[in-house]
């Protein structure tokens, strides 16, 4: 399975931040999506960075309240792992995995066109062993 397959089913929907907005503004587009993270982006599709909830507890802890008035520019981290559409889920796993990370871009053509969390890789892969085990039972039954 492909992350092109992960998106065909959950859509390349992206929510982006601007470098300059607030970590205020930041905490209201999570809450408001949902979401645990967010790209970091200018025009919605380059990227800048990427800033998760957990950029947000680890900045808060060291600089206090204060921090919700800092540009999201701040606390974001600006060396982001990305995948293609073509990469295979098993390789992103490890990735995602051994980098510590739940939230990975997914680029074309050096443009942003999706993003997948763990949750959408540990629901792939369900999908993928429960159609493995639906093949073997069919096959079974024969």
Not at 43 to 53: H, K, L, N, P, T
């Amino acid at each position: 399975m492909k992350i092109s397959d992960l998106l065909k089913s959950k859509g390349g929907d992206v929510v982006t931040i601007r470098p300059d907005a607030t970590v205020s503004d930041l905490l209201a587009l999570l809450n408001d999506h949902g979401i645990g993270a967010v790209v970091v982006s200018d025009d919605g599709q380059s990227i800048s960075g990427i800033v998760s909830e957990r950029d947000i507890v680890r900045h808060l802890h060291s600089t206090g309240a204060g921090l919700v008035e800092a540009p999201v520019s701040q606390i974001m981290t600006s060396e982001v792992q990305t995948c293609e559409p073509g990469h295979l889920i098993a390789d992103i796993e490890s990735t995602m995995t051994q980098g510590r990370f739940r939230h990975l871009p997914v680029i074309v053509d050096d443009k942003l066109a999706g993003i997948v969390s763990i949750g959408d890789v540990v629901k792939g892969r369900i999908s993928s062993l429960q159609a493995e085990r639906d093949q073997l039972e069919g096959y079974i039954h024969q």
